[in-house]
């Protein structure tokens, strides 16, 4: 079965719409994240032993964030190699 012209925009459009929702879904979670960390950033100023426990949670932000921009890196590829396929048709 061939896929046609107009499959491939739908699929193009699916993906640019997951994109979108994907970074949307980020943004609110980085909102919380960012939240929390003002919290044990606060807690540290005031001379609570939370340090470590700041440090670490820097750490799992950095992580999350690499994590997520490897994600969208992948989805730009994906859209990238659907439009060189409609661009061979």
């Known amino acids: 079965m ?3 012209q107009s499959q491939n925009e739908i699929a193009k459009a ?3 719409q997951s994109r979108s929702a994907a ?5 609110a ?6 939240s929390q960390k003002a919290m ?3 807690m540290r100023s005031t001379g609570a ?3 470590l426990a700041a440090d ?3 750490k799992l932000i950095d992580y999350q964030s690499q994590q997520y921009r490897g994600a969208l890196e992948y989805i730009d590829k994906m859209i990238s190699d659907f439009q060189q396929q409609l661009n061979k048709r």
């Open 23 to 27: 970074q949307q879904a980020y943004g």
């Open 29 to 34: 979670w980085e909102m919380v994240m960012k």
């Open 40 to 42: 044990l950033d606060s």
């Open 2 to 4: 061939m896929i046609d």
């Open 56 to 58: 670490q949670y820097d």
């Open 49 to 51: 032993p939370f340090a």
């Open 14 to 16: 699916f993906l640019e």
